[in-house]
């Protein structure tokens, strides 16, 4: 085929006559194009929010089922958990810990519990403890008052042991100050002090 040799019957299409420019609007661009290149630019940036909502959605409501599903095997393996959530125990616990959950305030309660049964039980503790104490201790007691009123003498209590001779007289010993005296250098010299 032939091509055509005059500038107003070339093509519109391609680079621009003999210049090589493009096509300016009078070249040929219709301008109901141009608008609609706006709407669908418009209409892409909607899709892709409304997916990107959708996907959210979805994401959302997956976990949400994921947590369902973990706190149902949560309330099998901790019977009393569904109790507890009930009485209010576990929103007491969040009303005084913010931060916790359902399951963390499970847990803090459970925590506590153990606290207050453990303080209990040291308590008791301490209290056998201090009465077996007092028991001995009076036991003993009442063992040195019997002692003591089974080995006192009938007459004026002694100064000391009878085959003490220096404690019988101290007088002839220089008096009782000197004999503890040298009773203790004695005890020192046999201790190697």
């Known amino acids: 085929m032939e ?3 005059h ?23 219709d301008p109901g194009i141009a608008g609609l290149e706006s709407v669908f630019s418009d209409l892409e940036a909607r899709l892709d929010a409304l997916i990107e909502a959708r996907l959210e959605n979805l994401e959302a409501r997956r976990a949400a089922s994921q947590r369902a599903e973990l706190a149902q095997r949560f309330a099998a393996e901790h019977p009393d958990f569904e109790t507890l959530r009930e009485n209010g125990a576990l929103a007491a616990r969040q009303r005084e810990n913010p931060l916790l959950g359902e399951v963390g305030a499970y847990f ?13 039980e040291a308590a008791r503790v301490r209290q056998d403890a201090l ?14 008052r019997g002692s003591v009123a089974l080995d006192a003498p009938a007459a004026a209590p002694r100064r000391g042991r009878a085959d003490d001779p ?19 250098a004695a005890r020192r010299r046999d201790a190697g002090l």
């Open 3 to 5: 091509q055509p040799t």
């Open 7 to 29: 500038p107003t019957a070339a093509p519109t299409a391609g680079p621009g006559p003999a210049t090589g420019a493009a096509p300016g609007p009078d070249a040929g661009s």
């Open 108 to 120: 803090a309660h459970h925590l506590a519990e153990a606290g207050k049964a453990s303080q209990e």
């Open 131 to 144: 009465a077996e104490g007092e028991a001995r201790a009076m036991e003993r007691l009442r063992a040195r």
């Open 166 to 184: 220096q404690l019988e007289a101290p007088d002839r010993f220089g008096g009782v100050h000197a004999v503890l005296a040298a009773r203790m």
